[in-house]
């Protein structure tokens, strides 16, 4: 590796860590309102069903009767949701989503 692969690698890094945590930084003195508190505390869950839909169904350009459901995916959602829903961890929900797609795939 080149040292200035590793400065790009460096300056990708910075340049997509910025845009996250400013946003964090200018609003953690503002008091926000009690409806944009709400609203705000559904982007993740929208966010994670985003991921989850794209990934389980399966479109191959022919149309709504063309959707079929990625089983492998299932396999891997199904301890994923259960987890979530008992410890309601968001930590533990993302382990253990990664530990079972690492065995889907291993075992597939």
Do not use: N
């Not at 990708?12 to 609203?39: G, N």
């Amino acid at each position: 590796m080149s040292t200035t692969f590793l400065w790009i690698v460096i300056g990708c890094a910075i340049v997509t860590w910025i845009p996250r945590i400013v946003p964090f930084i200018l609003v953690k003195k503002v008091e926000l309102p009690e409806v944009i508190m709400k609203w705000l505390s559904y982007i993740p869950i929208c966010i994670l069903t985003a991921l989850i839909v794209e990934h389980v169904w399966i479109v191959d350009g022919t149309g709504i009767s063309a959707i079929s459901i990625d089983l492998p995916f299932i396999y891997a959602l199904l301890p994923t949701v259960i987890v979530a829903i008992w410890s309601r961890s968001l930590s533990l929900t993302v382990l253990i989503g990664v530990i079972a797609m690492a065995l889907v795939r291993y075992f597939s």
